[in-house]
Each structure stands twice: as C-alpha cells, then as structure tokens.
Nanobody, 124 residues
Framework: QVQLVESGGGLVQAGGSLRLSCLAS????????MGWFRQAPRKEREFVAA????????YYADSVKGRFTISRDNAKNTMYLQMNSLKPEDTAVYYC?????????????????WGQGTQVTVSS
C-alpha cells in the first residue's frame, strides 16, 4: 500500500513558476514508477509527465515539454514537478500517481495509487 500526498500548488501569474511535490509513504518507493496527471474543469484527466524507478527515464506530454521537469529523490520518498513558464491553460488540479512496476506509463488506468490532488491556477 502506498499513500501519496501532493503539495506546492497555488496561484501564479502567467510566466511564473511553481514546484509540486509528491510525498509517498512506505519503504518501497523506489519500486514504483511515478507520474503526474492533471484535470481541468469539464475535461478528462490528462498525462503530464512520468518517471521510471531510478529517475533516469522520463517522459513528457508535448504540451509541457521544455517547460516542466519531473524528478524524484528515492531517499526522501518524494517526486517533484518543476513548472516554469506557466500558461493559463496549465490551470488544473494536479495529481501524482504510482504504478507498481519500474517502468512508467502514460495511461491513468494503469496506475495503482493516486494522491488527492493540488490546485494550480495560472492567471493571465
């Protein structure tokens, strides 16, 4: 069982930056690939970024590539999402997720555990 808690969301002006964190419980964090997803009002949950168990393998949605950076610190049981050059269309609830294998996925249904989400609002 893994419990995930996101933090770091907030209100920021367009062009600004935020760093999201996802703290995982349990002693097997490094056994899980992790991902970030987001859901805007009246839209489906969409993939943002994912990272393999070691942190060496990463993958990004085209919409955030070059602006967002995913990383993890297995010693701290924490995953991060550094978001730069934020745009109003990045406004959403951001969720972290864990899948019980070492390689990541872009498909939400393949993830086993989810956090409660953190709101990111980008004003124009």
């Amino acid at each position: 069982q893994v419990q995930l808690v996101e933090s770091g969301g907030g209100l920021v002006q367009a062009g600004g930056s935020l760093r999201l964190s996802c703290l995982a419980s349990g002693r097997t964090f490094s056994s899980y690939a992790m991902g970030w997803f987001r859901q805007a009002p009246r839209k489906e949950r969409e993939f943002v970024a994912a990272i393999g168990w070691s942190g060496r393998a990463t993958y990004y949605a085209d919409s955030v590539k070059g602006r967002f950076t995913i990383s993890r610190d297995n010693a701290k049981n924490t995953m991060y999402l550094q978001m730069n050059s934020l745009k109003p269309e990045d406004t959403a609830v951001y969720y972290c997720a864990a899948v019980g294998r070492v390689y990541y996925s872009v498909i939400p249904d393949e993830y086993d555990y989810w956090g409660q989400g953190t709101q990111v609002t980008v004003s124009s």
